[in-house]
């Protein structure tokens, strides 16, 4: 089976940096996005690592540590906007293209 | 704007009723999968299909059912709804076949059972 695990919710302040952490118990591995999900709409998709170290994309970075199940999503210079769910996601072995998802976090950036 | 469509937004029915969800993938993409989120279970697989065929299943009733079509839209439908079949039901679609696949969201369809 699967279990991924994130914080449930976080608090940061406009213009810092913020960290969300996701561990995850796969019976395979092939990948871990990150998606962000706005209240009531649909998430989108922020970034995707399948190898080991950081991926960095404008102000979103993600990293990835296969060996201890680890990954992390980055938001720097945190705006207004950035108040969000951010969801990770694995996707299992080869061949299969189905993700889980974890619960997701919820983040509220404060003025 | 991912590409994806779904219809409809919004539905409102009554317990023991049925209803049929649609959705029409990105061009290009050749699979759909749909996911239910309700606020304490988060995003659930629930069925993926891959030009026109069934590919994987995951936590989805036998009251629901899926299909796609030969234009690769495709339907999610839910029978003898009950109340905690309220919830938004998402549609997303991929290449699928390519090492960094992505899926794309559509906007979901919100069910409310009553």
């Known amino acids: 089976g699967q279990n991924i695990d994130q914080p449930t919710e976080m608090t940061a302040t406009e213009g810092a940096i913020v960290q969300i952490n996701c561990t995850y118990q796969?019976?395979?591995?092939?990948?871990l996005f990150w998606y962000q999900q706005h209240a009531g709409e649909a998430p989108t998709f922020l970034s995707y690592?399948?190898?080991?170290g950081l991926e960095e994309k404008g102000r979103f970075s993600s990293f990835l540590s296969r060996s201890k199940g680890y990954s992390y999503l980055l938001l720097k210079e945190l705006q207004m906007k950035d108040s969000a769910s951010y969801l990770c996601?694995?996707?299992?072995?080869?061949?299969?293209?189905?993700?889980?998802f974890g619960k997701g976090t919820k983040l509220s950036v404060i003025p | 704007d991912s590409g994806v469509t779904q219809t409809p937004k919004h539905l409102i029915t009554a317990t023991g009723q049925r209803v049929t969800l649609r959705c029409s993938p990105r061009?290009?993409?050749?699979?759909v999968y749909w996911y239910q989120q309700s606020l304490d279970q988060g995003l659930q697989f629930l069925i993926q299909?891959?030009?026109?065929?069934?590919?994987a299943k995951g936590n989805i009733l036998e009251r629901f059912s899926a299909q796609q079509f030969p234009d690769l839209h495709s339907e999610l439908n839910l029978s003898s709804l009950e109340l905690g079949d309220s919830a938004l039901y998402f549609c997303?679609?991929?290449?699928?076949?390519?090492?960094?696949?992505?899926?794309?969201f559509g906007p979901g369809t919100r069910l409310t059972v009553l």
């Open positions: 299909y891959y030009n026109g065929e069934e590919r």
């Open positions: 796969t019976s395979g591995f092939n990948g």
């Open positions: 061009s290009g993409d050749l699979s």
């Open positions: 997303a679609s991929s290449v699928a076949g390519q090492f960094t696949d992505t899926q794309y």
């Open positions: 690592n399948v190898l080991d």
């Open positions: 996601a694995v996707r299992r072995g080869a061949g299969s293209y189905q993700l889980t």
